[in-house]
């Protein structure tokens, strides 16, 4: 499976106020480590929209660690763990907030 298809599968599983927060991180508070992304490049995109700019920013192996640490953020860890496993050759901890 693609990267990007990963990442949709999981924004396609948030509810729509949890597809909100999670762009909201990506745009406001960004997550340590990386630099937020432009607010105008998300304020209208839909989730497969939000995919092509998480990967074009961050590439695809960072692409996947950002998503899974908003999950984490959002309070979503069960869709991290659940959907990006399945992503061969991505080793990512997971632990309560």
Same mark, same amino acid.
């Given at each position: 499976?693609?990267?990007? *298809?990963? +990442?949709?599968?999981?924004?396609?599983?948030?509810?729509?106020?949890? %597809?909100? /927060? %999670?762009?909201? #991180? +990506?745009?406001?508070?960004?997550?340590?480590? &990386?630099?937020?992304?432009?607010?105008? /490049? +998300?304020?209208?995109?839909? /989730? @497969?929209? @939000?995919?092509?700019?998480?990967?074009?920013?961050?590439?695809?192996?960072?692409?996947? *660690?950002? @998503?899974?640490?908003?999950? =984490?953020?959002?309070?979503?860890?069960?869709?991290?763990? =659940?959907?990006? /496993?399945? #992503?061969?050759?991505? #080793?990512?901890? &997971? %632990?309560?907030?």
């Amino acid at each position: 499976m693609s990267v990007k *298809k990963l +990442l949709l599968d999981v924004l396609e599983n948030l509810v729509q106020d949890d %597809f909100k /927060r %999670f762009k909201w #991180h +990506l745009t406001e508070v960004g997550v340590e480590g &990386f630099e937020p992304i432009y607010k105008s /490049r +998300l304020e209208n995109a839909d /989730r @497969t929209d @939000t995919v092509g700019t998480i990967v074009e920013r961050y590439g695809e192996q960072e692409a996947v *660690k950002i @998503t899974v640490e908003v999950l =984490k953020l959002i309070g979503n860890c069960d869709a991290a763990e =659940k959907n990006l /496993r399945r #992503h061969k050759g991505i #080793h990512i901890q &997971f %632990f309560s907030i």
